[in-house]
T-cell receptor, first 114, second 113 residues
Framework: AQSVTQLGSHVSVSEGALVLLRCNYS??????LFWYVQYPNQGLQLLLKYTSAATLVKGINGFEAEFKKSETSFHLTKPSAHMRDAAEYFC????????????FGTGTRLLVSP | DTEVTQTPKHLVMGMTNKKSLKCEQHMGHRAMYWYKQKAKKPPELMFV???????INESVPSRFSPECPNSSLLNLHLHALQPEDSALYLCASSQDWYTGELFFGEGSRLTVL
């Protein structure tokens, strides 16, 4: 069974500062890992995904994440935060061995102050 | 712009009403999903259709009835709901095999009085 843990329900940064959102996974098989973003009153949008190719994954809106097997982590980063990055971010995991449920973390709300 | 369209965006219904939520995608995806999301919580999977057949039902109460008329459409029929069913209902689709790359609609916000 797969699961993800997102450390910190809220993260606050200033505009222009580094964004770091943490995600640790647990999986008995090689995982697929994802970061989704949800803006207020909207659905979820895929930011980036790891599917066992390159360990450093670049996504949309300047975000990237690094898969570290030794640390079972898939943290999301962005060098410089913008006000428009304020949203809820979900880490998610699924198995690469067939029809498996996508398991979401509990989410981290990113707050960006001017 | 989302390529998964959900209607209505907002719905208020009484506990004795019958209503439906609709979802449409034109990306040629063969898997479609219903998720329920309560405030400040992650989405919870309800149903998965793959190639128009119900593949996963996450033990959802029978007052929720999904339907997939064709590969582009997904409905969720609602009957005799409870106030605790109030939530954001999200539809999603994926190409075929469940790899987690889901495309979500903006959701239908349901309030049950």
């Amino acid at each position: 069974a797969q699961s993800v843990t997102q450390l910190g329900s809220h993260v606050s940064v200033s505009e222009g500062a580094l964004v770091l959102l943490r995600c640790n996974y647990s999986s008995s098989v090689p995982p697929y890992l994802f970061w989704y973003v949800q803006y207020p009153n909207q659905g979820l949008q895929l930011l980036l995904k790891y599917t066992s190719a390159a360990t450093l994954v670049k996504g949309i809106n300047g975000f990237e994440a690094e898969f570290k097997k030794s640390e079972t982590s898939f943290h999301l980063t962005k060098p410089s935060a913008h006000m428009r990055d304020a949203a809820e971010y979900f880490c998610a995991v699924s198995s690469n061995t067939g029809f498996q449920k996508l398991v979401f973390g509990t989410g981290t709300r990113l707050l960006v102050s001017p | 712009d989302t390529e998964v369209t959900q209607t209505p965006k907002h719905l208020v219904m009484g506990m004795t009403n019958k209503k439906s939520l609709k979802c449409e995608q034109h990306m040629g995806h063969r898997a479609m999903y219903w998720y329920k999301q309560k405030a400040k919580k992650p989405p919870e999977l309800m149903f998965v259709y793959s190639y128009e057949k119900l593949s996963i039902n996450e033990s959802v109460p029978s007052r929720f009835s999904p339907e997939c008329p064709n590969s582009s459409l997904l409905n969720l029929h609602l009957h005799a709901l409870q106030p605790e069913d109030s939530a954001l209902y999200l539809c999603a689709s994926s190409q075929d095999w469940y790899t987690g790359e889901l495309f979500f609609g903006e959701g239908s916000r349901l309030t049950v009085l």
